[in-house]
């Protein structure tokens, strides 16, 4: 038997790419994701409302509600908490984004 090495932390986008707050959707090894920043804090996500399975954005990189606070899904109007990826209101209340483990060094975001 040999061992299998641990995948390598893979850099999705540098931190600069980001206002702050906002947000860039990305695809991303076959996977349709997006990244939030608020401050110093990056939250990646699958771009997958849990309500109806579809994307989240109706124009490019629009992840966010006019606040810049919250999530928003642009087809029924669902809000999700940034950090925890909660539905907070909306059809899928109680309900959560998929979340993707991420950090940010040297600059950049990058994936676990």
């Known amino acids: 038997m040999t061992a299998e090495s641990p995948t390598p932390p893979i850099a999705l986008c540098r931190l600069d790419d980001l206002g702050d707050p906002g947000s860039k959707g990305f695809l ?3 996977r349709s994701l997006f990244a939030i920043r608020q401050g110093q804090q990056i939250f990646v996500y ?34 999700f908490l ?13 309900e959560y984004l998929q ?11 990058w994936l676990d």
Not at 51 to 64: A, K, Q, Y
Not at 82 to 94: M, R
Not at 100 to 107: H, L, P, Q, S, W
């Open 28 to 30: 991303f090894q076959g």
């Open 46 to 79: 699958e771009n997958r409302c849990p309500h109806r399975g579809i994307p989240l954005e109706w124009t490019p990189d629009s992840f966010l509600d006019n606040s810049g606070r919250l999530i928003q899904c642009a087809t029924h109007g669902a809000l």
């Open 82 to 94: 940034p950090d925890s990826g909660e539905c907070v209101s909306g059809p899928c209340s109680g």
């Open 99 to 109: 979340q993707v483990a991420c950090n940010i060094r040297d600059g950049q975001v």
